[in-house]
């Protein structure tokens, strides 16, 4: 087990250097039209402002860093040459607009985006594991069609659609909307919970859905093994057939799927976060790309890719973990 | 499949079994997947409607009638009008012929994308391999709408932009799936034996290994399609997919019209009730498709990617 978490740490560093690239090329390679549309921009709102300093080229692509030869840029948005001061020392960037370092208003949002996130799986589990077992265990029953239709309804409605009727005919019927000031978790920490639940669950759905079908086949799958027709013949309790025998290896590969999905269900919080106007990360994503202000944009995508990286880690240890079949070379 | 004649020259075995998979599964998907044909109907009706958008939508796509703003459904307008007073109808009409455009080709280039890095990276092997996977790696690191935003906003909207974006972004992903086919098949006996007459390695992928992984490359295609569809949707509501005013089912639920959702409900209902029904349909087309080509990938994942299993389900 030790040498198959060292193996996986070896292979995840290719990986992050791999990701660290991509995210660089992506604000390096802006297309240099780009730099001229920042430039008329950046014109119109200091010229609104009543500003005397104009913003020049030089300063744009100073700014960006985009002055020097290419591995220099790199090396210094990396933070492994001189200045050291970049990525390894926690300074993604200086936004372009509010000039102060990315890292503050994404410090401040992160935990908003996490808390939707984690709301979000916790409820398309709640709801996703009771009816799949179901599902399963009355299979071909009224009871099995309607946890289907729920769960095919789950993937194919569109989450977007599904927030907006949610506000708009909450609004117009039940003459309730939701709050579009974000109530923070100490000061409030109820109102802070209800104005979570609707957005998580609207979040949850396709992680909700996909989970039901995949716990449905598994259960359906492992409830014709030997073991638990002994089990039966034993004379246990259907409830001890079903959580203690069958349910505990039927959700190995639920396990996994929940941890490919978790980029999915992340994604999705840019979606939510914009119809629900809840202060988080991809709101603040969606802010940045209207207003081109590339460092952000590249930061969020720096954290986010290795957020995924480490769940991919956890999820791949905990499966070998779960399954002592694996064998961890 | 049906047992060839030995005498035929491979070419026509060849074309005799591609035929076959697609007629093979047709018949299939009639005899066994009730719900898969009720997809393929959805599926055929939206395009239909598409293909005959100009016979079949009332008005033009952005006719303009400012005395009918903010209609609710009548006889003269079927789903009623927005804020401009264009009938809504008539654009999820022409919304239609978008979605198709996506769908098709964004489908066929994440196929195209995933056959190729799949078939090279699997057949290859070695350190070809390693270094094309650790890069598949890094991209499937990064939240898929995420990534899309982000270079559709260095890209700038458009139709060509999404389906460059979506059909490459996805491609990449899907990758794996061929690749892991064609690892399967290149130690049988039949490579072996091309490699031995002297056939090229190009040879040997085209006229060896790709007709043996077209089952997955199919699949593919097939779940492919909805889930185009709907990434467009939120890059358009999102306002990073198609601009306005061409009609776009996503575009269609935000923008300038959100405001007036409170005065006129049903322009938030029906360009969504297009989308999911069409979502719906080639999600259950899509799966009845990979049920019956490819039975080691059933039921799981819907539209969003594969799940790795050892036993086929019986």
Known sequence: ?329 | MTEEPREESTEVQEERKSRGLLADLFIRLIKEKPLGVVGAVIVLIVLLVAIFADFVAPYGMNEIHLWDRLGAPSAQYWLGTDNLGRCLFSRIVYGARISLYVGLGGSALTTMTAAFIGLISGFFGGKTDMSMQRFVDAWMCFPPLVIYLSVMSLLGPGLGQVILVLGLARGIRQSRVVRGAVIGIKENVYVEAARAIGASNTKILGRHILPNVMAPIITIFAVSCGYMILSEAMLSFLGFGIPPPTPSWGGMLSGSGRAYMYEAPWMALWPGVALASVVYGLNVLGDAVRDILDPRLRGGLGRYGRVKRKRPTK
């Not at chain 1, 069609?145 to 409605?157: D, F, K, P």
Request: charged share 15%.
């Open chain 1, 1 to 329: 087990m030790r040498a198959y978490i060292f193996r996986r740490l070896i292979l995840m560093i290719p990986t992050l250097f791999l990701v660290t690239v991509m995210v660089f090329a992506l604000i390096r390679f802006i297309p240099g039209n780009v730099i001229d549309l920042m430039m008329s921009e950046f014109a119109m709102v200091s010229v609104l402002a009543g500003a005397g300093e104009q913003v020049t080229e030089e300063f744009l692509k100073h700014s960006l860093g985009l002055d020097v030869p290419i591995h220099i840029q790199y090396g210094r948005w990396l933070g492994v040459i001189p200045p050291f001061d970049g990525v390894f020392q926690g300074n993604l960037g200086t936004s372009l607009w509010a000039n102060e370092p990315v890292m503050w208003e994404i410090r401040s949002r992160l935990p908003v985006s996490f808390e939707l996130g984690v709301v979000a799986i916790i409820t398309a589990l709640l709801l996703a594991l009771p009816i799949g077992t179901y599902s399963a265990i009355r299979q071909d029953t009224l009871g099995d069609y309607g946890g289907r239709t729920v769960a095919i309804l789950a993937i194919s409605l569109p989450n977007f659609w599904v927030g907006t009727l949610v506000i708009v005919y909450a609004s117009i019927y039940l003459h309730w909307a939701p709050s579009m000031e974000y109530l923070p978790l100490v000061r409030d920490p109820l109102g802070n919970l209800v104005q979570f639940v609707i957005p998580g669950i609207i979040m949850g759905m396709v992680l909700s859905g996909t989970t039901m079908r995949m716990t449905r086949t598994m259960m359906l799958e492992v409830l014709r093994q030997d073991y638990i027709r002994t089990a039966w013949s034993k004379g246990l309790r259907e409830r001890t057939v079903i959580l203690r025998h069958a349910m505990k290896n039927a959700l190995i590969p639920v396990v996994s799927m929940i941890g490919l999905l978790i980029p999915i269900v992340i994604a999705g919080s840019v979606v939510i976060e914009t119809i629900f106007a809840l202060p988080g990360i991809g709101l603040l994503l969606i802010t940045a790309l209207r207003q081109r202000d590339y460092p952000y944009i590249s930061a969020i995508n720096l954290i986010l890719a290795c957020g995924v990286l480490v769940i991919n880690l956890v999820v791949d240890l905990s499966y070998a973990w779960l399954d002592p079949r694996i064998q961890y070379r």
